[in-house]
């Protein structure tokens, strides 16, 4: 099992959030034993408004996560996701599985009590990669003209690196982005993973 996860606040506030983050997914996963992504991701809302938004008009404080919980040997995936995607590519075919388009702490789940993250198994042939992103690599501005990356750039690119060793998919990640950005400031964080089955 692992998380990918983006707190949405920024300096201080968005390092508490990682903490409060990381704590409360120790404790959902590791203690109370929790392995449903689905579930985790409810478990990690509710604990997430009750230490931040219980008492707070702010809603600019959450995180964007994947959950994702992987059988190696059957090649089976379960994911779930508050503003992420799952991207799956297969022999240079590249299917993207969306997450929930919500974040956590969002305001709109915690008014609804009804509200539950969708899960979606899926079990992937062998030589199958899978990725997941944060949004500091698709939102960075560079190239000639000062755009943004944007997302279907990244699938394309993790499309077309599927032949290579993970070790040189991560160099040509790495230097893809440097080349984008140039000379330019790093806009946020940066957070790509890829896993092969």
């Known amino acids: 099992m692992f998380v ?5 606040g920024h300096g201080v506030p968005g390092a508490f959030m990682s903490m409060i983050g990381n704590t409360l997914l120790n404790k959902i996963i590791n203690e109370q034993g929790i392995h449903q992504p689905s579930e985790i991701l409810k478990q990690l809302n509710e604990g997430i408004y009750n230490a931040l938004h219980k008492n707070s008009h702010s809603q600019d404080d ?3 996560a ?3 919980l992987i059988n190696p040997t059957e090649r089976k995936i379960i994911f779930a996701g508050a503003n992420h995607s799952m991207y799956i590519v297969t022999s240079g075919i590249l299917k993207e599985i969306d997450g929930n388009p919500y974040s956590i702490g969002s305001s709109y789940i915690n008014q609804r009590s009804t509200f539950s993250f969708e899960q979606v198994e899926v079990i992937v042939p062998e030589n ?7 949004d500091g690599f698709p939102d ?3 190239g000639e003209n000062k755009k943004r990356f944007l997302s279907s750039n990244l699938k394309k690119l993790f499309a077309n690196m599927y032949n290579l060793p993970l ?3 991560e160099e040509k990640i790495r230097k893809t982005f440097m080349d984008w950005k140039g000379k330019r400031d790093q806009l946020d964080d940066v957070l790509v993973v890829g896993i092969k089955l």
């Open 66 to 68: 994947s959950i994702c």
């Open 62 to 64: 959450g995180m964007d």
């Open 140 to 142: 960075q501005l560079g």
């Open 128 to 134: 199958t990669y899978i990725y997941f992103s944060t």
């Open 4 to 8: 990918v996860a983006d707190c949405t």
């Open 167 to 169: 070790n040189a998919q």
